[in-house]
Nanobody, 122 residues
Framework: QLQASGGGLVQAGGSLRLSCAVS????????LGWFRQALGKEREFVAA????????YYSDSVTGRATTSKDHAKKLLYLQMNSLKPEDTAVYYC?????????????????WGQGTQVTVSS
């Protein structure tokens, strides 16, 4: 089970840190990802972190503004977003997948959290 939190309303240029609690599974056996879905648009990749945590991946739209990390002891996944823009407004989802590769694709992920709303005002 995955539970995302930390969303909210923030002004453009501000920052947010999203968290995702992962329970019921061997945390280190899963690669973890963040996706987002804006109203009327398809779900899109934001960031991912490998099973070991040694590799991270980002979409072009957030590169340089986002950092994903995870805490194995707490079984938490994080997404730090800085310099937020109105176009970052979306529901953000965390997801887990077994194994390596395929980080960018929604269909590669086995488990999904319920999402947390991020709204960036201009």
């Amino acid at each position: 089970q995955l539970q995302a939190s930390g969303g909210g309303l923030v002004q453009a240029g501000g920052s947010l840190r999203l968290s995702c609690a992962v329970s019921g599974r061997t945390f280190s056996s899963y690669a973890l990802g963040w996706f987002r879905q804006a109203l009327g648009k398809e779900r899109e990749f934001v960031a991912a972190i490998s099973m070991s945590g040694g590799n991270t991946y980002y979409s072009d739209s957030v590169t340089g503004r986002a950092t994903t990390s995870k805490d194995h002891a707490k079984k938490l996944l994080y997404l730090q977003m800085n310099s937020l823009k109105p176009e970052d407004t979306a529901v953000y989802y965390c997801a887990a997948r077994r194994g390596r590769g395929g980080y960018y694709f929604t269909e590669s992920y086995d488990y999904w959290g319920q999402g947390t709303q991020v709204t960036v005002s201009s």
